[in-house]
């Protein structure tokens, strides 16, 4: 087959893909790509499935430099041990191993007591992961956990193919935000940032002279409010701000420095450094764990830490922890 005709054959499943209607139906159990309810024939309704969940994603740490420093038969049996022992996680807590790519794992839990089961398995991953690094000497092995929950939409993909090929050309998109959050927050979990942080003092400009109800002159030549000289600025106030918003609203006018209309008395520059825990669950997680009730061997819903620090497109609060089983 030439170009010509690959490409206009592409061409036809795009336009069929176009052309006709996806319906999902509900269910509360993580399907199987061979599932029935499932299909992706041409010219034909495409069925899926639509599930209320938890997701689990699960990464390990600076893989890049681990495998600089180490030789590829221990990464090779690095990679082989860990993956084994999240797959089993997931299998003993309830959830569903639905992708494996590289060194991350995505993890699904039926739509029952999906928070306990869900941060249980990550709690038992995040141990498998000191099992590995007591295992495998001189090897700083971590990985990062992240859990959300919500509305996933489950489609076939790929090509049929027969014999076996027939595997590698097909799989399942599981499509929604919770998926995306919960990757998210496994690029975060046990990583360590350096942030810039801007402590400044300020002296408030107008709006402060309104707040203390002191009177002011209208009645002047130009017709501008008129404030005495003893009253134009108050007492300084502190502000910690970022870098991107230190640069953002900094202003210098006749040699002053202003930040957002505010005067600029004091500026001190410090670097911090963060670490996430290895285990981060958002909100909606951290929640229906309290609503789902405790179950004996869990960690309370209070030793998960609120994180002082946002992650990108995550709304709402992060909790997270570095657990791992008393045994």
């Not at 069929?16 to 599932?35: G, H, K, L």
């Not at 501008?224 to 502190?238: C, E, I, N």
């Amino acid at each position: 087959m030439g170009l010509k005709s690959i490409m206009s054959e592409i061409e036809e499943d795009v336009n069929d893909i176009t052309n006709t209607d996806f319906v999902y139906n509900d269910t509360e159990t993580v399907p199987p790509s061979d599932d029935s309810g499932l299909s992706y024939e041409k010219n034909k309704e495409k069925k899926g499935k639509e599930l209320t969940s938890c997701v689990l994603y699960v990464d390990i740490r600076n893989s890049v430099l681990l495998t600089e420093k180490h030789s590829s038969k221990v990464m090779g049996k690095i990679y082989t041990a860990f993956t084994k022992g999240v797959i089993k996680a997931a299998r003993h807590h309830g959830g569903h191993t639905r992708n494996i790519i590289g060194d991350r794992v995505m993890i699904v839990f039926p739509q029952e007591k999906c928070f306990t089961n869900a941060i249980r398995c990550a709690i038992s991953i995040n141990h498998v992961a000191k099992i590995i690094n007591e295992k495998f000497k001189g090897v700083d092995f971590k990985c990062g956990i992240g859990i959300d929950h919500g509305k996933m939409q489950i489609t076939k993909v790929g090509v049929p193919r027969k014999g076996k090929e027939n595997q590698p050309n097909r799989g399942l998109v599981w499509a929604g935000i919770p998926a995306n959050i919960a990757s998210r927050l496994t690029d975060m979990g046990n990583k360590k940032i350096t942030r810039t942080m801007y402590e400044l003092n300020v002296k408030s400009i107008l709006s402060d002279y309104f707040s203390q109800s002191q009177p002011y002159r209208l009645n002047t030549p130009t017709g501008k409010y008129q404030f005495p000289a003893s009253t134009y600025l108050y007492q300084p106030k502190p502000l910690s701000v970022t870098e991107s918003e230190f640069l953002s609203g900094v202003k210098i006018e006749n040699g002053i420095s202003f930040f957002r209309s505010r005067q600029v008395i004091s500026l001190k520059k410090n670097v911090e450094e963060y670490t996430y825990p290895a285990i981060l669950l958002t909100e909606q997680v951290y929640k229906g764990l309290i609503n789902e009730g405790l179950e004996p061997n869990l960690y309370l819903p209070g030793d998960w830490t609120e994180q002082k620090l946002a992650i990108r497109n995550v709304k709402g609060k992060v909790y997270g922890g570095s657990y791992t089983w008393k045994l």
